[in-house]
């Protein structure tokens, strides 16, 4: 079955960086796109980043371009969010996500707190 575990997330001080990691398995990887969503308390979940399965093209939420950087790995079923200058509002939970066949599937989230 399809399985995303997200890992990396932690306590960081505005200003400071965050590599996020999702392993994935259950499906071939190199064949879709993959995305970073995240939900803050009290908020939607929001799309951070996607990736094309490729990986030759990006696209990133208004909020975040600039900052975070999505990456991915094919021959390791990886895919990457290094955050930099992080900011309080960038705290919330971060959902590793892809889709196919009419299907969303998500990994079980990391939390990223900023915070001094």
């Known amino acids: 079955q399809v399985q995303l575990m997200e890992s990396g997330g932690g306590l960081v001080q505005p200003g400071g960086s965050l590599r996020l990691s999702c392993a994935a398995s259950g499906f071939t990887f190199r064949l879709y796109t993959m995305s970073w969503f995240r939900q803050a308390p009290g908020k939607e979940r929001e799309l951070v980043a996607a990736?094309?399965?490729?990986?030759?093209?990006?696209n990133y939420a208004d909020s975040v371009k600039g900052r975070f950087t999505i990456s991915r790995d094919n021959a390791k079923n990886g895919v990457y969010l290094q955050m930099n200058s992080l900011k309080p509002e960038d705290t919330a939970v971060y959902y590793c996500n892809t889709r196919f066949g009419l299907r969303n599937y998500w990994g079980q989230g990391t939390q990223v707190t900023v915070s001094s």
């Open positions: 990736i094309t399965a490729a990986g030759d093209s990006t």
